[in-house]
C-alpha cells in the first residue's frame, strides 16, 4: 500500500464519507478490516434510524434482474425472489425487527415463486445437496455401536429407521444418544417397523451436512382434514423463514402472517390494495433507544398473557393475529391489558387470518418511553367525509412531529365488492399523509379501538370504542417512534 492509499484508509474524514453510502451489510464486512473501520461503521449503522418497508406484486420491475435471469434461462430462478432478496441484500439498516404480511396466493405457492427456499432448487443446489453425507449403516444387537455412528455422522438433520420387531430396542438406544444436553432432538426422525430388511433386525439412513435442512411432523389418529392440512402448512411456513434466514441479522425478530389480501406502498409511499393476487408487504425496523417490539405466539398451552403484559408493560401498541383457533386468547390478552378504570390505554389492532408462524395466531408488542401510538375505527357506513375527519384527529395528537408509519386492517368484505373501485380508504390516508408509510392486511374480522393520546376523542370519535371480529368495517393504527 502506497502513502496516497493509506492517506485515504486511514483518513477518518475519508472513510465517514463512503461509509455513508454503503448498505448495512457491507459496513458489517468494513467492519471487520481494524478498528477505525469498526468504530466507523458502528457509528454510522447507529445513525440510522429510518423505518424500511418493502412491497412486492406482479411482476418483476427490476430491468437489470430480468435481463440476467434471460442470460441464464438454465437458472430455475424466480423474478420475484431475485428482486427481493436483492432488496434485503442493499437495505441500509440493520434491521431487529421484520414483520411481514403475505397474500394466500403467494402463500399457496410460496416455493414456486422462491424456489431456492423448497425443495423445487435449482440444478447447483441439487448438486450441493448430493455432495452432503447420505450414510446407510445395518445393526446388529452384537457389534452395532450407536455412539460411533452419531459421531461419524454429527450433526445428524435426519434419520429415518427401519426396524424389524427384534429391532426396535437399537433404534431406541440411537435415538436416546442423538439427544442433546436439554434432552431435546435437533433433528428430524421419521420411521416404522417393518416386514424385514436387507439386514435381520433393520436398518437406518443418515442425511448430514451443511447443506441439508430437515423437518418431521406426527399426525395423531384423531387429527381431522383441518388439523392434517394446518401441519402441513408448516412446511411451508419454514420455507418462508428460510427464505428471509439469510438476509436478516441473526437477533432479528421476525414474523409473518398470512391473510387473503394485503396492503403495501411503494417508495414513495403510495398504497395499493391487493385483494385477490400474489403480493408481500413488510417493515423493517432499526434498534432504536427507548423502542421494545416483542413477539409472542398465542400457544394456549404455554402463553402466559399476565407475564406477557408484565414483561412489556406499559405497552403502548398492541398488534394481534389470531386465527380462528386463537380469538379467545387475544380476548383474555386485551381484557387483562385493561386499568383499573376498565379502559385500555393503548392502540389496539389487528384482525382474524389465515396463518401466522404459530398455529393459534401471534402478537406484537411495541412499548417503550420513545413510543406513542393511536388507533382509529372506521365504522361500516362511515362515508369519505367522516373517515377524513377521523384522520384529520392525528394531526392534533403531536404524533406527527415524530418517525411514523401505519397499519390499515380491513374486513376482506370490504374493498373493491364494498366501494366498487380500488384502493379507497388507502387512497384517503396516503392524501393527507403523503409520506407516512402504510401496510396492513384484509381479514375474516377486525379487532380494534379507538385510542389516541393526549386528545379529547369525543370531537369526532366514541371513547373507549372498542370492535371484537366485527365485519364490514377497518381499522388504522399510526405508530410514532421517536
Known sequence: MDNRERIIFNSHHIVQIIFKHLNA????????VCTLWNRIAVAEKNRRVIIHTFFKVGACHNTEIRRQIELCPIINHSVREAELFQELKNIRIEPVFCMTFMS????????EYFPSSGPNEHEEKRRKLSAAIIKRYSYVEENYGAS??????????????????????????????????DESLK???????????????????????????????????????????????????????TAFKNFLPDKCKFTFTVATGIVGCNADCVPMEIE????????????????????????????????????????????????????????????????????????????????????????????G???????????????????????ETFKETGLLNHKC???????????????????????????????????????????????????PMEKTLKAGSFARYEKNFYMVILLCLY
Do not use: W
Open 405 to 455: 408509519f401505519a397499519f390499515m386492517f380491513a374486513y376482506d368484505g370490504r374493498g373493491y365488492s364494498f366501494h366498487q373501485e380500488h384502493n379507497v380508504e388507502s387512497s384517503i390516508f396516503c392524501k393527507m399523509y403523503p409520506n407516512i408509510p402504510l401496510i396492513g392486511l384484509f381479514g375474516k374480522g377486525e379487532v380494534g379501538y379507538n385510542y389516541l393520546p393526549n386528545f
Open 148 to 181: 460411533a455412528f452419531i459421531a461419524e455422522n454429527a450433526p445428524i438433520k435426519a434419520l429415518l429407521v427401519f426396524s424389524t420387531s427384534k429391532g426396535a430396542r437399537a433404534v431406541n438406544k440411537l435415538i436416546e444418544r442423538c439427544r442433546s444436553d
Open 104 to 111: 394466500v396466493p403467494l402463500f399457496a405457492k410460496f416455493q
Open 276 to 367: 385477490n393476487g400474489p403480493a408481500m408487504s413488510g417493515i423493517f425496523i432499526p434498534k432504536m433507544e427507548g423502542v421494545t417490539i416483542n413477539k409472542c405466539c398465542l400457544n394456549k398451552k404455554n402463553f402466559n398473557a399476565s407475564e406477557f403484559i408484565a414483561q412489556n408493560a406499559p405497552i403502548k401498541a398492541l398488534l394481534v393475529f389470531p386465527t380462528l383457533k386463537g380469538t379467545r386468547t387475544v380476548d383474555d390478552l386485551i381484557e387483562r391489558c385493561r386499568s383499573d378504570d376498565g379502559s385500555l390505554k393503548m392502540a389496539v389492532g389487528g384482525a382474524i387470518v389465515e396463518l401466522t408462524e404459530c398455529f393459534v395466531g401471534s402478537v406484537v408488542a411495541f412499548s
Open 187 to 241: 433433528m428430524a426422525v421419521g420411521g416404522a417397523i417393518v416386514e424385514g430388511t436387507e439386514c435381520f433386525e433393520g436398518s437406518f439412513v443418515a442425511f448430514s451436512g451443511p447443506n441439508v435442512e430437515a423437518g418431521s411432523i406426527i399426525i395423531n389418529i384423531n387429527d381431522k382434514k383441518e388439523e392434517i392440512t394446518a401441519k402441513f402448512e408448516t412446511f411451508k411456513e419454514t420455507a418462508v423463514k
Open 369 to 391: 418511553p420513545n413510543v406513542e401510538a393511536g388507533s382509529i375505527i372506521i365504522n361500516m357506513n362511515d362515508k369519505k367525509e367522516e373517515i377524513t375527519a377521523k384522520f
Open 25 to 32: 451489510r457491507s459496513l458489517n464486512t468494513c467492519a471487520q
